[in-house]
Structures are given as C-alpha cells and as structure tokens.
C-alpha cells in the first residue's frame, strides 16, 4: 500500500502511462500524468479541472494570466477555456507525475447547500497555490482504490464526494463553490462559451453571446474577460487555431483544408494568425511536429 501521494501515483502512471505519458484509470474523470523530459508547448480546450503536481514543474497559460506551478502546488480551472501548457521540469531519473480530476459541478452544488459559503469576488477561471494537506489525504485514499479494482463501484463516489468536500473547505474553496451555484457569474459565462464551443466556425454577434449568458452586452463584455482574460473574439479565434492544428497534426489535413474547416474564409490571415499563436507557419509546424514523432518512434 502506498504511503505518500507520489507513491500512488508514481506506482500507477509508471505501469500504464501510454506514450505520451498519460494513464487513464477506472475511476471516472481521474487521469495521472508521467514525463521523462520537458514537453513542447501542447495546446488545448481546458474543463473544469484540478491538476496536483507531485513532482517536477509545469507552466499554464490562459490569455495573460501565466503560472509555474511545482511539486506540492495545485492548478485550478473553473471553465471551459483555451490554454497552452508545457512542462518544465522532468527527467528520466525523476519524472514529473501529477494528478488530474474533472471537477464535479453536481457533487459541488450538493456540497455547497450543507457548507457556509464564502464571498468570493475574483472570476479569474485560472488559480494556483499549495496544495492542502487534507485535499491531499483525500487524493490519496481515493488512488488507493486503484489496487482494489473490486472496491471501486463500491467506495468511488465517497471519496470523489471527500475530495470535493476538502477543495471546497479549503484555500480555493470559494472559487470551487462558483462551478456549483447556477446563476454565478461563472456559469453565466459559461453558457455563453458553451454556445462558442458548439459554433466556433460561425460567425457569432455577441448580443446572442450576451444573450446566452443572460447579462446586457457590456456586462457581458467585462464578465467574459475576468473569468477567461479573452474577448469573446479571442476566444473563438483560439478555438478555431486549436481545432485546426489538431486537424492538421492528428489527421493529416493540409493547412487550407484545416483552415476552412474552423471557419477560416482565407488561408492567408489563418496563417498569420496561426504563426501569431505557435511560433511556426503551419506547414512547418505540421513538419516539425511529423519530425519529433518519427525520432520517437
């Protein structure tokens, strides 16, 4: 039976990290990550999530705000929002591990009606500090369940509830609490994104957005750009580049195909713009990338 966090973890991920270095597991929405090196920068459309780092470093950015979090701290995200991530610190001799779970809005929202609420004025959707020994505990006890496959359907929903409950009693409690009320600003704006999500091609007034979100256009503005650091323009342009280099790096496609496909009316603007974003034209970017998975293999 492992005794620390990083045991768990470590026993785990190094016996069914896939090659990239992520090791899904029984319990639904629980991931551990393992990695011998540093990363290039990976790009994605983040959930509501928490990420326990346990060993060696990972950098996260979300419009301007940027963390570097290490062994011991915690990376919160409250929405669905765009980010480039990379890690920093990891080598064969001691790899970076972490933890990833889904945050639960229901779990949350049925947590927060038994728990004093705390007033909490800032939306950014992204957070880091220390991780709380009692989230950690509770961490631990539900990698534990992972040797006792059979315990699983059994004990998971309690100690997903425990772990939510000490995120919730915790530091970051009252950022959590926001991802279970319906009507914070939070989901508000998270409803519009969902509305982004679904049409990202399209074009999309941001009176429908405002509309999604229930607020008036200005609001909504100000709203939109304190939990995501975006506009709303932003955001949708980001979603498209996303989509198009996934398109390009895990299918095949060329860049003008990639480029119409998200929406794009000119290859040469989605070019710029995709440079702007990962440092490389696509053709490029698509070759390097080709390059490093052959050297790999």
């Known amino acids: 039976m492992p005794n620390t966090l990083l045991d768990a973890i470590r026993l785990y991920a190094d016996a069914h990290a896939d090659n990239v270095g992520v090791a899904q597991t029984p319990v639904p929405g629980l991931t551990l990550i393992r990695a011998t090196s540093r990363t290039a920068l990976s790009y994605d459309v983040q959930r509501p999530l ?9 950098h996260v950015a979300i419009g301007q705000q940027s963390f570097t979090f290490n062994a011991g701290d915690s990376l919160l995200i409250m929405a669905d929002v765009p980010t480039a991530s990379q890690i920093t610190r990891a080598d064969a001799s001691a790899p970076y591990y972490s933890l990833v779970l889904d945050l639960d809005p229901a779990i949350i929202a049925d947590l927060t009606t038994e728990m004093a609420a ?18 950690a505990n509770a961490a631990l006890q539900l990698l534990r369940l992972l ?18 409950y000490w995120l919730l009693a915790g530091r970051h409690g009252a950022a959590v609490r926001r991802i279970g009320l319906p009507n914070s ?3 508000r704006i998270s409803r519009a ?4 999500k679904a049409g990202y091609r399209q074009r999309l007034p941001v009176e429908h957005l405002a509309s999604a979100a229930g607020m008036s256009v200005s609001s909504f503005h100000q709203n939109f750009r304190a939990v995501t650091s975006l506009t709303p323009l932003q955001f949708q ?17 060329n860049a003008s195909h990639a480029a119409f496909a998200v929406g794009y009316e000119s290859v040469h603007q989605f070019s710029r713009e995709y440079g702007r974003m990962f440092g490389l034209p ?3 970017d698509r070759d390097q990338h080709s390059d490093r998975w052959q050297a790999i293999a």
Request: proline share 4%.
């Open 193 to 196: 994104v969902a509305v982004l």
């Open 237 to 253: 342009k980001q979603l498209r580049l996303i989509e198009a280099r996934r398109l390009m790096l895990a299918e095949g496609a």
């Open 282 to 284: 696509p053709v490029r």
């Open 118 to 135: 705390t007033e909490q004025t800032d939306h950014a959707a992204l957070r880091c500090a220390q991780t709380d020994d009692e989230v």
């Open 50 to 58: 928490v990420c326990l780092v346990v060993q060696g470093s990972k």
């Open 147 to 164: 040797a006792r496959p059979e315990a699983i359907p059994l004990l998971q929903a309690q100690r997903l509830r425990e772990f939510h």
């Open 185 to 187: 600003h939070l989901q």
